[in-house]
């Protein structure tokens, strides 16, 4: 066997190993009966340890060592960049420093668990100290181009450094800030939707929306889970959800939003499949493809025109509510303290505010027992809000507690792509038409040929060139918001 077909067929285990873990994950969060959970957690270190001793394996390097300066094509040179990318960080990590990481990851969530639960953010700060340290090590060892934030970023945006996202971001920032204080100043909407909405006729009215987009249920489900999220990959991508009956939103937007995910996961190209090339560009990417559908599409005029009157067919309380009135109920602006609650235009300067102080305790700028005040500062400066506790401030993400420094970022450039994505593939279809008539076969279509079918065969800056014809820009968002919010709110952004 030459050398690459080789490397194909160890990577095909790798990966098949990582959807097993992915339905033990799935199973985890929906089914499991609670005294299972020392088991699986038995069973997901083990496939853990099994897939770092296959990335790490000698022969891989071998082979990529042979397979070095060959002139391979551009798919087979994609494959090969991707594996030799993953091997170097892996094995450039020591086992000890691996382990110290998984065993010091349930103490510090639990921690984080209980500093949330009694909002005092000392509980949490001595297990964050400890974690922080363990990933300032793992970034000397993997190594970074300027400083260490950037071997954060790598594991979730590959190829983007921070220096790349801090400029797009400043923009951003400096163009949203007054867009959110000028409607801020616009009078509120007084309107809201209330009442009963039973679980039975949401979930009918969700799944109807999914078949609509395109999402597979015979190659996926939905189930409900206390947060939703989407896991798996081609033939079996599941997502799930939560139904809350007093409000048909959260279910809703939720489940078009991971609907976008699952779509991107069900449309890699089955040939790909278990190689690089039927997996995600990036975080970042893989959120453009949930925000696009969940807010460029989902929340937008034309959507609710289509889907309106079937909503008040199934949900008669709202009958009374006009289709004006129902569509600023969705897409109402309001600064507040919780990120997963944050509305379109002010969900940025939640992220905004995380990655700036990310980015201070990596640079050992501030200390960990300084987060707390540096925190309340930036709700404070860029969304005017007070916090009043750690548990609605510092404490209310769960990511930092199992050391996941560098994600929230891949949100907003989600954000991003997802903008400038949309705008050139208006260029070629109606979109608007698509989706006042519930079509979404061109849009999907669209979707599928330049980007889901790509897999990773370009690094997330150059997918964007690719497909957009420039570098990312946040005009394209900063655009929408104006012409979207202007409208809904009567004034001139
Ligand atoms: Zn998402």
């Known amino acids: 066997m030459d050398a690459y077909n080789e490397l194909i067929g160890i990577y095909d285990e790798i990966s098949t190993i990582g959807d097993i873990s992915s339905l033990l994950g799935w199973d985890q969060n929906t089914y499991m009966p609670r005294k299972a959970a020392a088991g699986r957690g038995g069973q997901s270190a083990f496939l853990s340890k099994l897939v770092h001793r296959k ?61 949330k639960q009694k909002k005092d953010f000392s509980i949490f700060a001595p297990n964050l100290e400890h974690m922080l340290e363990l990933k300032k090590k793992v970034a000397e060892k993997v190594g970074y181009p300027d400083i260490p934030y950037d071997a954060m970023l790598e594991e979730y945006e590959p190829y983007t450094r921070t220096a790349q996202v801090r400029e797009v971001l400043e923009r951003l920032k400096k163009r949203l800030v007054p867009v959110i204080e000028r409607i801020s100043e616009a009078e509120g909407q007084r309107i809201d939707i209330s009442g009963k909405f039973p679980r039975e006729a949401q979930e009918s009215f969700c799944r109807r929306i999914l078949v609509d987009i395109g999402y597979d249920f015979e190659r996926g489900r939905l189930d409900t889970t206390e947060h939703p999220f989407t896991i798996g990959t081609g033939d079996d991508t599941r997502i799930t959800t ?19 995910h699952a779509l991107y996961e069900q449309g890699f190209l089955k040939e790909n499949m278990h190689t690089p090339l039927g ?70 300067m939640h992220i905004l505010i995380r990655f700036e102080l990310e980015i201070e305790i990596f640079n050992g700028r501030l200390d960990v027992r300084e987060i707390p005040q540096a925190w309340n500062e930036g709700y404070e400066k860029y969304l005017g809000v007070v916090v009043e506790n750690d548990g609605v401030g510092c404490l209310q993400d769960i990511h930092w507690s199992f050391g996941s420094f560098g994600y929230f970022p891949t949100y907003t450039l989600g954000n991003l792509y997802a903008a400038q994505f949309f705008d050139a593939m208006k260029k070629d279809i109606d979109v608007e038409a698509s989706i006042e008539r519930g079509e979404f076969g061109p849009i999907l279509t669209w979707l599928r040929s330049n980007i889901h079918e790509k897999g990773k065969l370009y690094p997330a800056s150059e997918l964007v060139r690719v497909v957009t014809g420039k570098e990312l820009d946040e005009s394209h968002f900063i655009d929408h918001l104006r012409n979207k919010f202007g409208a809904i709110y009567g004034i001139d952004l």
């Not at 939103?249 to 939720?254: E, G, K, Q, T, V």
């Open 55 to 115: 990335v790490t394996d000698p022969r891989v390097g071998y082979l990529l060592d042979r397979l070095e300066g060959e002139d391979l094509s551009g798919t087979r040179a994609a494959v090969v960049r991707e594996i030799r990318r993953i091997y170097k960080r892996k094995t450039s990590v020591p086992e000890e420093l691996e382990a110290e990481i998984a065993r010091s990851e349930p103490l510090s969530v639990q921690a984080w668990a209980e500093a």
């Open 242 to 260: 939560h139904f809350y009956e007093n409000d048909l939103r959260p279910a809703l937007f939720s489940c078009i939003h991971e609907g976008g």
């Open 279 to 348: 997996e995600a560009c990036s975080l970042g990417i893989h959120e453009s493809q949930s925000r696009m559908w969940e807010n460029l599409i989902g929340r937008s005029l034309p959507f609710w025109k289509r889907y309106y009157p079937d909503l008040q067919s199934a949900f008669p309380g709202l009958s009374a509510l006009p289709l004006e009135d129902f569509y600023q109920t969705v897409n109402r602006v309001r600064p507040s303290l919780i990120r997963i609650e944050a509305d379109e235009v002010t969900y940025s």
